[in-house]
């Protein structure tokens, strides 16, 4: 179907051709014309099916009829992190270059002076993350009345995010005769709640989730230590003995292991940049900049930050951490592999990845296969050593496999020594990861995978302010209740009773 029969408007028209589409995408075909006819859309799509355009463009027919007053957005899009914000603001850019439409961006960790002056000269699009939006509510600059259109893009992270209230309170805020169009790549039944409670008699549009990788991509699975050193040295590696690394992608699961992992391998002389939401808007712009330019040739990432980031040509995907959701496994290597392009993807397994990496084979339906020998060939090196899990465990493992030609150099050994050590002395949360990491697997609060999403997301805060609003994206696991499973050392020391007289 061409995208002339879908309704849209001539200069929309020519905005797609001009950026080089010839026909629509299965949401696009299918979103669109229910967009223009004015009826509510729960769209079941992914980043990377064309979700965005199939709300932009038929968002920019509409508004070519009206105009903006001060302070009264006449379209609202709310995105769960400010990279998808921007990219929403990217699309606008380029499909309305033949229209004169105000778009503002409002975002958390930039100056508020610049946003209250884009509201002040009335905006026909904002786009915002949810945060700021209600800080800018909550200092009067901004009414939401005069609201046409809602889009709510990815609300599964939403949820996972802990936004939720907040889009509740701000959807109260908007007219209730609006338009809704409800994006999100899973429907767990607090989405479904969610759509039902926020949606009129919507049409629903799905597109098949990507449960199948494609064919273009490499898939092996590395045997690994749980230990963080363990697991560093093994990916370092494997990275050295990728001769066609042209740039790749570590994902982890946890945010402090992003910037620990990142400046263990700049440590090691490689070239890397982190991106996790507790960094600050600069410096995450800075890190996807310099990656996509092809300055950087490693971005240590969260899920959440590099969620739906479009970086075309990536040649490796590193899963540093085996994701606890499979979507997110089939999101994170569908990075590369893209357009026809063959691209590889490194998961690094330890023993009590196990389950995930069942529910990950489960839902790609096939298993993966082992790069250089499987879990066993892990035991017989930890059996060899016999301190596995004792105090310094990881040197001795490692003693192990150097010994068993892994070519490391001793200033490289020593040097991640350093890291190491530097981390555990420098802050509180490396520390205590390495301490986790240190347990059995029995005992590992994360070795448990969530059971559903909304268990693994943390709980809102409504005491911190609208600016720590914006940096608490991400979980960082699960939250220990007191001292977790650790268990201080003097607590087990024998207790010598005192004879009595
Ligand atoms: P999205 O799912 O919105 O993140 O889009 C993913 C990518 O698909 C973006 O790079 C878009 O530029 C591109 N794209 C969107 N619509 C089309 C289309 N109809 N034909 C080809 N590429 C598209």
Redesign the pocket.
């Known amino acids: 179907m061409p ?1 002339s029969d879908l309704g849209l408007s001539d200069k929309v028209l020519n905005a ?1 051709e001009t ?7 299965p ?2 075909a299918e979103a669109i014309p229910h967009v223009l006819a004015r009826r509510d859309v729960l769209g079941i ?10 709300f932009t463009l038929p968002m920019l027919t509409l508004l070519e009829n009206g105009r903006a007053r001060a302070r009264m957005p006449r379209t609202l899009i709310l995105e769960p992190t400010r990279e998808l914000a921007a ?1 929403v603001v990217e ?1 606008f850019d ?1 499909y309305g270059t033949n229209h004169k439409l105000n778009v503002a961006l409002i975002i958390g960790g930039v100056s508020f002076a610049d946003q209250d002056a884009k509201l002040m000269r009335g905006t026909d699009v904002l786009i915002a993350t949810p945060g700021r939006l209600l800080d800018h509510f909550e200092r009067g600059k901004l009414l939401l009345t005069g609201v046409e259109l809602l889009v709510i893009d990815e609300a599964d992270r939403m949820l996972d995010m802990g936004f939720i209230p907040d889009i509740e309170r701000i959807v109260k805020m908007v007219p209730f005769t609006r338009q809704t169009l409800f994006f999100s790549a899973t429907m767990p039944p607090e989405i479904e709640r969610l759509a039902d409670m926020f949606l009129h008699n919507p049409q629903r549009v799905e597109v098949a989730r990507p449960a199948s990788t494609a064919t273009t991509i490499t898939q092996r699975l590395v045997a690994t230590g749980s230990e963080g050193h363990a697991k560093r040295e093994r990916l370092r590696d494997l990275i050295r003995g990728e001769g066609e690394l042209k740039n790749g992608i570590i994902f982890c699961n946890r945010k402090r292991d992003v910037a620990l992992l990142q400046k263990s391998l700049v440590s090691h002389g490689f070239d890397a940049a982190a991106l996790h939401g507790d960094m600050d808007q600069r410096a995450r712009t800075t890190a996807l900049d310099a990656f996509r330019n092809g300055e950087t040739a490693l971005l240590v990432a969260s899920d959440v930050a590099a969620r ?1 980031l ?1 970086i ?1 040509a990536v040649s490796h995907v590193f899963n540093f951490d085996v994701p606890h959701h499979p979507e997110d496994y089939v999101h994170r290597i569908g990075r590369t592999g893209r357009a026809g392009r063959s691209g590889t993807a490194y998961t690094l397994v330890s023993p009590e990845d196990s389950r995930s990496l069942g529910a990950i084979e489960a839902l790609i339906g096939q298993p993966v296969p082992w790069f250089d020998g499987d879990l066993s060939t892990m035991a017989d090196a930890s059996a060899d050593t016999g301190t596995r899990h004792r105090g310094r465990s990881g040197e001795a493992r490692r003693g192990g496999r150097t010994a068993k030609g892994t070519g490391r150099s001793a200033p490289a050994k020593a040097a991640d020594e350093g890291a190491d050590r530097t981390s555990a002395r420098g802050s509180r949360g490396a520390a205590t990861a390495q301490r986790a990491e240190a347990r059995p697997p029995a005992s590992r609060p994360e070795a448990r995978p969530p059971a559903s999403r909304a268990e693994a997301r943390p709980a809102p805060r409504r005491d911190i302010n609208r600016e720590e609003r914006g940096r608490r994206p991400e979980t960082d696991g699960e939250t220990p209740v007191g001292l977790g499973s650790h268990v201080p050392a003097f607590l087990l020391r024998p207790v010598l009773a005192k004879k009595e007289k």
Request: glycine content about 14%; aromatic content about 8%; cysteine-free.
């Open positions: 995208f797609v950026a080089g589409y010839t026909e629509p995408t949401i696009q799509a992914q980043t990377g099916t064309g979700k965005t355009a199939a990219q699309n380029r739906g479009d075309p």
